[in-house]
T-cell receptor, first 111, second 117 residues
Framework: QKEVEQNSGPLSVPEGAIASLNCTYS??????FFWYRQYSGKSPELIMS????GDKEDGRFTAQLNKASQYVSLLIRDSQPSDSATYLC???????????FGGGTRVLVKP | GAVVSQHPSRVICKSGTSVKIECRSL??????MFWYRQFPKQSLMLMAT?????????EQGVEKDKFLINHASLTLSTLTVTSAHPEDSSFYIC?????????????FGSGTQLSVL
């Protein structure tokens, strides 16, 4: 069974600090990885996608992928109270395949 | 950007009734749509993959006779929860992506909160 694991949190960070979220996956054939942000009672919205080993930066967000260790991470720099949400990690086997989601990490950014 | 509309956003029903949830892609065609269920403080669990013009593919443990999926057009998929019971109370979310694209173009509906009394 394919699994995507995340620490459920909550991860509490002060405003302006860096939030670091981790995700591991069990299926070695996974090729594409996604980070979603989900506010309570709302649907997920895509923050980042990453397909190759290394770092990928987009604004205050940096995704890191290490396929050898089956590990994906997300860094949120200069965290803002509006970043308080649950962050979901997801993986798929190949482009267009169904996604497997992790349990999500709840992030609380305190002013 | 592409939008997926899901309706209704909230429904309260009595035990034993059936509830239909609609998922529409507003500005693109989608041969494939996905239906998820999310219990409080848990992740999205894929229930089924809805395929236009053919039968849906259900995940292990999901009763296809209870959760009826119809994908009659390239822009509409429906999920019907038949004979709903309190344990079916959950947040149901659909997603869709334009034909020929990957999950980087996957868009989610706004979700339906189902409460069965």
């Amino acid at each position: 069974q394919k699994e995507v694991e995340q620490n459920s949190g909550p991860l509490s960070v002060p405003e302006g600090a860096i939030a670091s979220l981790n995700c591991t996956y069990s299926d070695r054939v996974s090729q594409s990885f996604f980070w979603y942000r989900q506010y309570s009672g709302k649907s997920p919205e895509l923050i980042m996608s990453i397909y190759s080993n290394g770092d990928k930066e987009d604004g205050r967000f940096t995704a890191q992928l290490n396929k050898a260790s089956q590990y994906v991470s997300l860094l949120i720099r200069d965290s803002q109270p509006s970043d308080s949400a649950t962050y979901l990690c997801a993986a798929d086997e190949a482009a267009g395949n169904k996604l497997t989601f992790g349990g999500g990490t709840r992030v609380l950014v305190k002013p | 950007g592409a939008v997926v509309s899901q309706h209704p956003s909230r429904v309260i029903c009595k035990s034993g009734t059936s509830v239909k949830i609609e998922c529409r892609s507003l500005d693109f065609q989608a041969t494939t749509m996905f239906w998820y269920r999310q219990f409080p403080k848990q992740s999205l669990m894929l229930m089924a993959t809805s395929n236009e013009g053919s039968k849906a593919t259900y995940e292990q443990g999901v009763e296809k006779d209870k959760f009826l999926i119809n994908h009659a057009s390239l822009t509409l998929s429906t999920l019907t929860v038949t004979s709903a019971h309190p344990e079916d109370s959950s947040f149901y979310i659909c997603s869709a992506r334009p034909q020929g694209t990957g999950n980087e173009k996957l868009f989610f509906g706004s979700g339906t909160q189902l409460s069965v009394l």
